[in-house]
T-cell receptor, first 117, second 109 residues
Framework: NAGVMQNPRHLVRRRGQEARLRCSPM?????VYWYRQLPEEGLKFMVY????????ESGMPKERFSAEFPKEGPSILRIQQVVRGDSAAYFC???????????????FGQGTRLTVV | KNEVEQSPQNLTAQEGEFITINCSYS?????LHWLQQHPGGGIVSLFM???GKKKHGRLIATINIQEKHSSLHITASHPRDSAVYIC???????????FGKGTHLIIQP
C-alpha cells in the first residue's frame, strides 16, 4: 500500500506562470488536506477536500489559488500567476475519516518544494 | 481558535541525553499528534494520542487533557534523532491539523 504520493517533489516556476501540484492519497482515503510551509515558518492549513467537494478552504488565499479532488485522479492544488512569496513547501495529507474526528490519523506526502524565480 | 505553542524552539544536546519537548494548546481537541521532519524531507507521524501515554522504541509521548499539555521524550538520544519535531492538534473546531512552530533538535556526537 503506497503512501501519500506527491509530485513533483521540486518545481521551479518563473513569476507569472502557473504551478500545478498533485497529490494521490493513500488507498481507501477519501479525505485530503493541503498545507503550506513557508521558509522559517510553521505549517499552515490551506484546504480540506473530499471527493468532488471542497469542504473547507478557509486557509487558502482568495486569489490565484484553487484546489480540486475529482472523482478520478489525484487532488490538484493550482496556483496561477505565481509570485516570489508563493515559494514554499506544500504538503498533502490524507485520512480515512474526517480530520476533526477522534482517532483519525493523517498521513503526509513528501511535499512539493515550489521555487518561484 | 486553537493556539498551539511548543517549547523550546531550539534544543542542542549531547548524544545519550534525555530530551523533552513540550506542547500546549488552548481549546479542547480530538487528538494530539507528534510529527518529525528532517531538513528538506517529508513529514512522518510519530504519535497520535487522545489520552495517557504512548511509547515507541526510545520515544515516549504523554498528554494531560485537563492541563491541555503534551510532552515528547526521547531517551538515549542519538545524532540521527536530529530533526524538527512538530506538535499538531486535530479537532478543536478545525477541519485540518493546527500546528506548533516546531522544535529544532540537534544531537551532537
Amino acid at each position: 500500500n503506497a503512501g501519500v504520493m506527491q509530485n513533483p517533489r521540486h518545481l521551479v516556476r518563473r513569476r507569472g506562470q502557473e504551478a500545478r501540484l498533485r497529490c494521490s492519497p493513500m488507498k481507501g482515503h477519501s479525505h485530503v488536506y493541503w498545507y503550506r510551509q513557508l521558509p522559517e515558518e510553521g505549517l499552515k492549513f490551506m484546504v480540506y477536500l473530499q471527493k468532488e467537494n471542497i469542504i473547507d478552504e478557509s486557509g487558502m488565499p482568495k486569489e490565484r489559488f484553487s484546489a480540486e479532488f475529482p472523482k478520478e485522479g489525484p487532488s490538484i492544488l493550482r496556483i496561477q500567476q505565481v509570485v516570489r512569496g508563493d515559494s514554499a513547501a506544500y504538503f498533502c495529507a490524507s485520512s480515512r475519516s474526517p480530520g476533526g474526528a477522534k482517532n483519525t490519523e493523517a498521513f503526509f506526502g513528501q511535499g512539493t518544494r515550489l521555487t518561484v524565480v | 481558535k486553537n493556539e498551539v505553542e511548543q517549547s523550546p524552539q531550539n534544543l542542542t544536546a549531547q548524544e545519550g541525553e534525555f530530551i523533552t519537548i513540550n506542547c500546549s494548546y488552548s481549546v479542547g481537541i480530538s487528538a494530539l499528534h507528534w510529527l518529525q521532519q528532517h531538513p528538506g524531507g517529508g513529514i512522518v507521524s510519530l504519535f497520535m494520542l487522545s489520552s495517557g501515554k504512548k511509547k515507541h522504541g526510545r520515544l515516549i509521548a504523554t498528554i494531560n487533557i485537563q492541563e491541555k499539555h503534551s510532552s515528547l521524550h526521547i531517551t538515549a538520544s542519538h545524532p540521527r534523532d536530529s530533526a524538527v519535531y512538530i506538535c499538531a492538534t486535530s479537532g478543536g473546531g478545525a477541519d485540518g491539523l493546527t500546528f506548533g512552530k516546531g522544535t529544532h533538535l540537534i544531537i551532537q556526537p
